[in-house]
């Protein structure tokens, strides 16, 4: 069966189809519990990004734009080319998100909109009007004010938008907000406990993700766009942490090898658990290292493209098998966890 998305319903009420009314009484419909019937697609973790080479084409040319219009405003400061990207990136937003409605070019526009917007609060609060590059964004103050200030603008543009990675982005706003407070309060803090700092923000982060793919559990709508973001910022802020902790030195011993093996199959019963790859992801450099140990340990040579062909069989057995572990998983898990879930669709593998 075809599922009807959110712009297919816009299009057929553009179009004279159906009136707004009855569009709105179909998506509750097909949102509600009651219709809560499993699809094969609902297991896929589709992500609206791009729609055609079109997206692309419009992506090389936006890229090209804005980074040559930083670069021509950028004369004593950054805060010129910061606020004339932000503003072109708003501007180039009511035609290629608003009006044609395209999804790549809607996420690079909104991540240079809150990124130059950032630039310009933290450099403008600072009071710098220096063009050298620096990593640091000045005292917790003027860190937290650039957050806020973010937060702000990019509310206002998801009022304006409703582009799904914008909620992600007002997370990563918040996150400035709470490391700039902190550090206002204690300036090594982040340095010194950057694992207890960052990692309950990621719990939270992730928390948030959740309640979004709980209310749409066979990914229908725009809400499992919003949590795949929510995810992607997520997981780091969880993953680095543990595994640096675990970690000692550049090469982890045999019993640091061993908790990132369990950690990493933690994780892997986590992402087969809520049908989202991300948590893997991130922790893939830490697979390779501890693989690197384990031969290590072993008295053999690795090197690093038998490393790196290892953890590439891990990535493909598990793309492989994703689906009959998940199912496996799911049986086993109580009721009160698999309802919360997307359900599990064992099928067999299609070729051609």
């Not at 003027?142 to 909620?167: D, M």
């Not at 793309?319 to 009959?324: E, I, Q, T, Y």
Request: with cysteine; net charge neutral.
């Amino acid at each position: 069966m075809t599922m009807i998305s959110p712009d297919d319903l816009a299009r057929a009420v553009r179009a004279g189809v159906i009136d707004q009314a009855a569009a709105e009484r179909l998506s509750a419909f097909l949102n509600s519990p009651q219709n809560d019937v499993s699809t094969e697609s609902s297991e896929d973790e589709q992500l609206r990004l791009v729609s055609g080479f079109g997206d692309i084409f419009v992506a090389i040319g936006l890229v090209l734009f804005l980074g040559a219009l930083f670069f021509l405003t950028l004369d004593v400061s950054w805060i010129v080319p910061s606020l004339a990207v932000a503003a072109a990136s708003w501007g180039l937003a009511e035609l290629f998100t608003r009006l044609r409605r395209q999804a790549l070019p809607s996420i690079l526009l909104l991540i240079s909109f809150a990124a130059t917007v950032f630039m310009a609060a933290v450099k403008i609060v600072d009071g710098t009007d220096s063009v050298a590059f620096s990593s640091d964004f000045g005292d917790g103050p003027t860190l937290a004010l650039g957050g806020l200030a973010t937060c702000l603008a990019v509310a206002l543009h998801w009022w304006r938008f409703r582009v799904p990675v914008t909620v992600a982005a007002a997370c990563a706003a918040v996150t400035a907000v709470v490391l700039g407070a902190l550090q206002a309060v204690s300036p090594d803090i982040t340095s010194a406990l950057g694992g207890i700092v960052f990692l309950p923000i990621g719990l939270a982060v992730f928390a948030l993700a959740m309640a979004f793919d709980i209310s749409d559990r066979q990914r229908r709508t725009r809400r499992t766009d919003i949590a795949f973001w929510l995810h992607a910022l997520a997981a780091p802020m969880v993953v680095h942490p543990v595994m640096q902790n675990i970690m000692q030195g550049d090469t982890p011993g045999t019993a640091a090898t061993v908790t990132i093996f369990v950690a990493f199959s933690l994780l892997g019963l986590v992402a087969l658990t809520v049908d989202r790859r991300a948590m893997l992801v991130s922790s893939l450099i830490y697979l390779g290292y501890a693989i690197y140990a384990l031969l290590q340990n072993g008295e053999a040579l690795p090197s690093t493209s038998l490393v790196v062909l290892l953890v590439g069989a891990v990535v493909l057995g598990l793309s492989l098998a994703w689906r009959p572990l998940r199912a496996a998983l799911l049986k086993s898990l109580p009721a009160a966890i698999t309802a919360r879930v997307p359900p599990a669709h064992l099928t067999s593998l299609k070729t051609g």
